[in-house]
């Protein structure tokens, strides 16, 4: 290799012997991102409240010569949070080096036709779930001096999106909590950042939106005409992992084929 090419990118990007926690690793963006971390190197540390699928996404890991383990884990009880820490712990013998929270739940409807129970399920998987895991784990990070953090929020919590009122909130509440949060913690190093993906092709959104009118006129306003794949959204989660983003700290990264611009 000639002695002009600055290989500096390569060790920038290299996660070859990191630690990561992957949530929501059995489906859609979040098993992308397990997978993708493996690919880079990273020892993975996987948990979904959907036990067989999270089990397979780890086994696939391993079957390509990857690294992981899987943990179970629900998100709307306190109680499992703190076994899944205790048990990537107890592995590693400390918190991981990088925290990705990627599961979520959405459910679609006019908000008048919001019950409570939606209201305490989706505030519990996509902001009290992940806040208490981050609580749980940052002590160990804060006191070794390194750690990062990023969480899959969504557009429609920056721009808000309708039939997803509340998902929308809870989405903006914990890019919120990471902006404090990034604050709070640099001066021990840390980052804590964001990706907002636009509409994207996994089992959630397939639910939501299913082949028909209104998913041709969203793909239609889409300036790039198409749904992001699991794994574009990945590669973001994961650069945002890497020592390429060492000064980057509470940002939100769109990901969204042009749907989204930010100023
Ligand atoms: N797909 C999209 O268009 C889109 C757009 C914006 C944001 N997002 C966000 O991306 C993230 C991943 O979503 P996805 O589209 O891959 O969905 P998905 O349904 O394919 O995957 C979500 C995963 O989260 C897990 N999960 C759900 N409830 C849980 C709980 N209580 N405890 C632990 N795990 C739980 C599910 O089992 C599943 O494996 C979510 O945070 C979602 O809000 C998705």
């Known amino acids: 290799m000639s002695d002009n090419i600055d290989t500096s990118w390569r060790h920038v990007t290299d996660l070859c012997g990191k630690t990561v926690v992957v949530t929501g690793c059995a489906s859609g963006i979040g098993r992308a991102t ?5 690919s880079a190197g990273a020892t993975v540390y996987g948990g979904d409240v959907n036990e067989a699928a999270g089990e397979a996404a780890l086994a696939e890991i391993r079957a390509a010569g990857g690294q992981g383990r899987f943990f179970k884990l629900d998100l709307t009880d ?3 949070v703190d076994a899944f820490v ?3 712990v107890e592995t590693i013998g400390d918190a991981p080096d990088i925290l990705a929270n990627v599961a979520g739940l959405d459910r679609v409807m006019p908000f008048l036709e919001n019950t409570p129970d939606v209201w305490e399920l989706l505030i519990k998987v996509n ?3 992940p806040v208490r895991m981050i609580h749980r784990f940052l002590p160990r ?14 557009d429609a919590g920056r721009v808000g999106s309708s039939g997803e009122t509340f998902y929308a909130g809870t989405k903006g509440a914990i890019i919120a909590f990471t ?22 092709d996994t089992p959630l959104f397939n639910g939501t939106i299913p082949d028909g009118k209104l998913r041709d006129a969203l793909i239609k306003a889409i300036p790039l005409k198409r749904l992001a794949q699991p794994v574009e959204i990945a590669h973001t989660v994961v650069f945002l992992s890497t020592p390429a983003t ?18």
């Open 34 to 38: 397990a997978l993708q971390y493996a």
């Open 78 to 80: 306190g109680a499992s």
């Open 86 to 88: 205790d048990s990537v």
């Open 127 to 129: 902001y009290l779930g």
């Open 141 to 154: 990070m804060v006191a070794r001096r390194s750690g990062k953090i990023v969480t899959v929020a969504s």
């Open 179 to 200: 902006k404090s949060l990034a604050r709070e913690t640099a001066r021990a190093g840390l980052t804590c950042n964001c990706v907002a993906p636009g509409p994207t």
């Open 246 to 263: 060492d000064f980057m700290t509470g940002q939100v990264v769109s990901v969204s084929g042009g749907l989204t611009m930010h100023g």
